[in-house]
């Protein structure tokens, strides 16, 4: 997110290369989650797929319980959920929401809630990118309840802006507006704020509703961010990084 891309993958390939020489499949499976993360941030969906395919592959190999206790985010459930977007944006929408509800059913077998918000939330995202924002607002909502609960702040701040983004596509504009201000507001005050460009890896507009929608989210969001408001609209094209505009 820093945008030190040839640093992050430098790091990700040594980390895979060292696993692989310790034979610990424990460690390899962190590895290539990590080296998926790594190439989905740069646009590389192909390659970031098989390495969450490969880790996701190692993590039903070992015992859950001793695995996802190291961890915030259970191995299996983080390397599913991020496959989603490689598939989404690979033009695979079925599967895309086929990965986050194994992820989510997943999570919530193991009860583990951080697993939990992190899976409605990423729900929340394909069903927007799906253009369901019924169900998108429904999964936000999920996540910002548990998030709220069990003080994840990170989950709050994205789940109260992808409740936003929902509900500006259902027409209401007033409430899209608010709440965006209230995510963006809370991503300030809690230092989370460089998550904010994730949002925007959601579908364009495709109506003249859509459209006036964004305007109002962004007018709402440049108001909250005096310091530098055009990196708060970044969107993810195809095969590339991050890219803000």
Not at 59 to 83: F, G, I, N, W
Not at 112 to 135: C, E, K, N
Request: aromatic letters at 8%.
């Amino acid at each position: 997110m820093g945008g030190k891309n040839d640093d992050a993958l430098a790091m990700a390939s040594e980390f895979v290369a060292k696993s692989r020489e310790k034979s610990d499949s424990l460690l390899l499976m962190v590895a290539h989650r990590v080296m998926g993360s790594t190439l989905l941030t740069i646009g590389e969906f192909e390659n970031s797929r098989r390495h969450f395919e490969k880790s996701i592959e190692l993590s039903k190999t070992r015992r859950r319980q001793s695995v996802y206790t190291l961890y915030m985010v259970e191995p299996q459930v983080a390397s599913l959920l991020l496959l989603s977007w490689d598939l989404w944006f690979l033009g695979y929408p079925d599967q895309s929401l086929a990965r986050v509800s194994e992820a989510l059913a997943l999570a919530q077998g193991l009860a583990q809630p951080y697993s939990i918000a992190f899976a409605h939330y990423m729900t929340s995202v394909v069903h927007l990118l799906r253009g369901d924002p019924a169900r998108a607002l429904e999964s936000a909502e999920r996540s910002l309840e548990m998030s709220r609960e069990q003080r994840f702040s990170l989950y709050v701040l994205l789940s109260t802006i992808s409740r936003g983004r929902a509900l500006g596509e259902l027409g209401r504009l007033q409430e899209a507006v608010t709440e965006m201000q209230s995510g963006i507001s809370e991503g300030r005050h809690t230092g989370v704020g460089f998550m904010l460009p994730m949002m925007y890896s959601s579908r364009p507009p495709t109506s003249g509703r859509d459209r006036y929608t964004q305007q109002r989210v962004r007018a709402s969001s440049q108001s909250c961010n005096g310091d530098d408001p055009d990196r708060l609209f970044c969107r993810r094209r195809p095969g590339r990084a991050w890219s803000c505009r």
